[in-house]
């Protein structure tokens, strides 16, 4: 095996015994490889091979979701890939069941949101880009994902819904029809913002 054959999926440290059988400090090894811009540390003990080796685009969304799991894009930053809102977004937004975290590093920002299991589970697509495959929250899900973990948002008419669409994230109103409703209603049962996403169904059925 060699080290371009882990294509842009990441892999852990011990991996690296197929590619050097018999290495006495792989620790030793990975760090060189890091130096020589071959490998790219994601966190302790997880690495991806580089572009320059791979000869293979590494996607950031697939990135986050090897890194810490299990987890999904969501929020603004799915909402960007999908085109529903306008600004560039410098940080890769995922939910998770895990603890929320963050980390930092050459391909970079990375922040995971804390969510319940009855949550995660409804909303959850696979999507591909460039020909890579990643799992990211549907349009509805990243809309009600972002709406429930803002902290301190808390909408309670038609009319504060749409003044947070239209001026707050700029969301591209000529796609609300689009939006699975049957999403935001499972995400509103299992929701702490219950009757906040059920403005957003009342708004959207206007």
Not at 65 to 93: C, D, K, W
Not at 95 to 101: I, R, Y
Not at 104 to 117: L, T, W
Not at 164 to 185: G, N, P, T
Request: hydrophobic share 40%; charged share 25%; with cysteine.
């Amino acid at each position: 095996m060699k080290l371009e054959d882990f294509g842009n999926i990441p892999f852990r440290m011990q991996d690296l015994n197929s590619v050097y059988p018999g290495c006495a400090n792989l620790a030793t090894k990975a760090r060189r490889l890091e130096n020589a811009g071959e490998i790219i540390r994601l966190k302790k003990g997880l690495y991806i091979t580089s572009s320059k080796i791979s000869r293979v685009p590494v996607s950031p969304f697939l990135v986050a979701n090897h890194m810490y799991g299990p987890s999904y894009i969501s929020m603004q930053t799915a909402l960007r890939f999908y085109g529903m809102i306008p600004e560039t977004v410098y940080e890769i937004q995922s939910m998770t069941t895990g603890l929320t975290k963050e980390y930092s590093n050459d391909i970079g920002k990375f922040r995971y949101v804390h969510v319940s299991p009855e949550y995660y589970n409804c909303g959850v697509v696979v999507a591909e880009e460039s020909g890579i495959s990643f799992m990211i929250a549907s349009p509805a899900k990243a809309l009600c994902d972002l709406m429930v973990y803002s902290p301190y948002l808390n909408l309670k008419s038609c009319n504060a819904i749409a003044e947070y669409l239209e001026d707050d994230i700029r969301f591209d109103m000529d796609e609300l029809a689009s939006l699975d409703k049957d999403v935001i209603k499972r995400c509103a049962e299992n929701s702490r913002k219950k009757t906040m996403l059920n403005q957003l169904m009342k708004f959207i059925n206007k």
